[in-house]
Every structure is written in structure tokens, then in C-alpha cells.
């Protein structure tokens, strides 16, 4: 060992790691379907390092959209709270509000709580927009490699979640 200091594995990298493996497991067994395929007449094809790099990014795009999903899920949920937090503040009696930033809460007036949930409301509304417009693009991607791939492979593969 060089005596330098080993980083430490992430949950993250655990994940990329794993589905890594599953990747290269089906890449060995899609092959070993072809040659079995080939041994019984049909016609086979080999994968190649390319069809590799595209069953991997197929991969990942997937785990992206499963992930973008949920962050559209909770920012959904977020608008929604905010929009009733809104609905709450016009029928108050109170002329301040407690407005929560963060652990704490702080007192603020009405007027200036509304403009606050208004910012936050919009701000929630433009992450929901750049992650429908990152899903589509996603969802493009794994088109455009599922017709790929399928035209190579046919049945042999299965790119479905």
C-alpha cells in the first residue's frame, strides 16, 4: 500500500457501482444469448464496447428520470404547501405571521410574508419546470438508445424499467 489516504465510498458511488455490475452482467448475458443463438442457426451479434457505453447510459438515463420523479413528486408537495400556507395567510386575522426560515421561525407581517411565499411559490414553480424539461430530455435519450439498440439486437435485449 502507497500510505496515501483512501476516500471514502459514498452512497452515491455505491449505487453507480452497483448498477455498474448489473450492466456488465446482463452486457455478458445478452452475449451469451447470441452465441447461443448463433449455435442454433440464428444470427448473432456481438456486443461491442459502444453497445456497452449505450446499455450504460440507458441505464443511467433510467435512474435519472426514477430519480426525477421523486424530486418532481416533493416539489409538487411543496407547492402545494405553499399555496395553502397562502391560502391561510388572506384569512388571518393577525396582522403578523410567523414565517419559518429554516429551524426557526421569525415574526413578519402579513404583507411581507405573502411576498415571501410568493418568491418561494415561483421559485418551486421554475425548479418544476427545469426538471419536467430535464425528464423530457431524459426520456428522449432512452428513445433514441432503445431504438438502437433494438435494431441491433431485436429481442435479444430488454431495455423496458
Known amino acids: 500500500m502507497s500510505g496515501g489516504k483512501a476516500e471514502e465510498v459514498t452512497w452515491e458511488d ?7 455490475g448489473r450492466f456488465n452482467t446482463r ?5 451469451a444469448e447470441l452465441k447461443a443463438k448463433a449455435k442454433m442457426g440464428g444470427k448473432a451479434e456481438e456486443v461491442t464496447w459502444e453497445d ?9 438515463f433510467n435512474t435519472r428520470v426514477h ?29 403578523s405571521v410567523r414565517f419559518g426560515v429554516g429551524e426557526t421561525f421569525v415574526l413578519v407581517e402579513n404583507d411581507d410574508a405573502e411576498t415571501m411565499l410568493e418568491k418561494l411559490l415561483a421559485e418551486t414553480n421554475a425548479e418544476v419546470d427545469a426538471l419536467e424539461l430535464e425528464k423530457k430530455e431524459l426520456q428522449s435519450g432512452m428513445a433514441e438508445l432503445k431504438e438502437k439498440l433494438y435494431k441491433k439486437f431485436g429481442n435479444s435485449i430488454n431495455l423496458e424499467e
Request: aromatic share 4%.
Open 52 to 60: 456497452q457505453q449505450h446499455i450504460c447510459a440507458f441505464g443511467r
Open 67 to 95: 430519480e426525477v420523479n421523486a424530486e418532481l413528486k416533493a416539489k409538487a408537495k411543496m407547492a402545494e404547501d405553499l399555496e395553502e400556507a397562502s391560502n391561510e395567510l388572506i384569512v388571518t386575522d393577525d396582522d
Open 14 to 20: 455505491q449505487q453507480h457501482i452497483c448498477a455498474f
Open 27 to 31: 452486457v455478458h448475458e445478452v452475449n
